[in-house]
């Protein structure tokens, strides 16, 4: 059984998109990160991605310019050219050889994180806004034991919209978990406990992918409630086969 834990965190100089401070706090210091809080004039997208988004609403057709861009300044850090990217199977984006990402937006926000795949088995971040939940929602994705911990996070600390940070935390574990396995993961299949300190541990309840030889029967995730969102992200890192 393995238990896969991040790496340490850092505090790095913003990105050159505006006021991109967030998400790159609860992300090891070799995971290139780009977000923005604004869709920038003049993003492009190359003909394949345009495809993507053809007959898309032009608020659709926005976040998904403005998170390639992000994309895009984040594959630079790693010092690799603008590239289309595309979707795979289920929708996951399709990463350049050697690299593994993730991509996020929400309501006034979008990022982009990657790493070398010689660092990283996968990565996975959402970011959502701090707000509860729509009704039914917390009952349609959350097991009986992480309501019951929602309701007594809620009552310990009632600033955190604890059933919305729930619903960030599993998008985060399966986009780790999809690149890992190719396999759907149902929103009943891994259970997530939360440390107020801003950590979380997801057990997954169903076999896990082999990483080195070994079952992965946990993901380790961080969280920071920060400028009206919440951001959750899980680092898988790379081990020697």
Known sequence: MVHLSPRPLRHRVPQRLPSANVIEQILPSTVAVAESFTDPAGVTLFPEEEALVARSVEKRRQEFATVRHCARLALGELGLAPAPIVSGARGAPLWPAGVVGSMTHCDGYRAAVVGRTTGFASLGVDAEPHAPLPDGVLGAIALSAERSRTATLGA????????????????AVYKAW??????????SEAD??????????????????????????????RFLVERGLVVTAISIPAVAS
């Open 156 to 171: 310990v600390r009632p600033a955190v919209c604890w059933d919305r940070l729930l619903f960030s935390a599993k998008e």
């Open 178 to 187: 999809f690149p890992l396995t190719g396999r759907w993961l149902d929103f």
């Open 192 to 221: 997530i406990v939360f440390d107020p300190a801003g950590t979380f541990e997801a057990r997954l309840l169903v076999p896990g992918p082999v990483l080195g030889g070994a079952e992965v029967r946990a993901f380790a995730g």
